[in-house]
């Protein structure tokens, strides 16, 4: 939960690999880190950079929102990790964000 429009930053160095819009996600950002996991970031309000890009870690790559069927909820981010790269199943994000954040 964080205030809407809040900035998003890339969780690692990579490639901005896709950005997409659909119902349940709103707009969508997808993360391919160079360590082989795909990140996915939900329900943000706009973009920061285009599909492509490569970022690194600590990097704006896009706001926060309430998009999809976030619409009546407060403004977050769904954030997911694809251990497995693009296609694989997520795993819970907690480990990998508390390694960072203490």
Known sequence: MAPHGARVFAFVNGVVSRESSSTNGGIQLYLQGDNGVE??????????????????????????????????????????????GAGSAPVNPYPYVKRVCG
């Open 39 to 84: 990140y996915f970031y939900a329900h943000l309000s706009r973009y920061a950079v285009p599909a492509g890009t490569r970022v690194r870690t600590g990097q704006l790559i896009a706001y926060n929102g309430q998009t999809g069927n976030a619409q009546y909820t407060a403004p977050h981010v769904h954030f997911e990790v694809h251990p497995g």
